[in-house]
């Protein structure tokens, strides 16, 4: 669709905007956010109950996919597609918007085909640590995971995450 590929233009724009104007360790948060594209929904789904192991409570833990994925009941998780998106490339789902306000501490981004609207939405949500799967075409990630294991990727972004909020 000509209207996607005008989009896709203007998020590459917003990426360069805010990954110039992005701020580092001026947030405390203990806030995660993860973002999740649709291709990769169903291989790591079992991250959006990561929470638990990073010791956070549930409320502090966001999901986000990136994409539509059918019979999706699940309340908890929220899902943007181009759909959402403006010819300007703003979102224009106003529940997305009030949750991207938020402060969050960091974000995890596993993205796939997807690439374009995860990244968007990782610094769209002012996280101070992104963190996520390889690859990393935007050049986004302060450290970026070189495994496609699931478990491994899972113990991988603990140990991370730890490591980051100087846990043992």
Excluded: H
């Excluded at 549930?58 to 010819?87: E, M, P, T």
């Excluded at 306000?101 to 974000?107: C, Q, R, T």
Aim: aromatic share 8%; charged share 30%.
């Amino acid at each position: 669709m000509i209207t996607n590929k005008i989009k896709s233009v203007q998020l590459k724009k917003a990426i360069d905007k805010l990954k110039k104007k992005r701020q580092f360790a001026t947030n405390t948060s203990n806030r995660v956010l993860l973002v999740i594209s649709e291709d990769n929904f169903e291989v790591y789904k079992n991250l959006q109950n990561l929470w638990k192991s990073l010791g956070l409570p549930a409320n502090a833990f966001d999901v986000v996919i990136c994409g539509s994925v059918r019979d999706l009941d699940d309340k908890d998780l929220w899902q943007v597609s181009f759909k959402d998106l403006g010819l300007d490339g703003e979102i224009k789902n106003k529940d997305l918007l009030a949750l991207l306000e938020y402060e969050f501490g960091s974000a995890i981004v596993i993205s796939g085909e997807e690439t374009l609207l995860s990244n968007y939405v990782a610094l769209r949500s002012g996280a101070t640590f992104l963190i996520g799967k390889s690859p990393d075409p935007f050049s986004i990630l302060d450290v970026e995971i070189f495994e496609n294991d699931p478990s491994l990727l899972e113990a991988e972004l603990i140990r991370y995450y730890k490591i980051l909020k100087n846990k043992k």
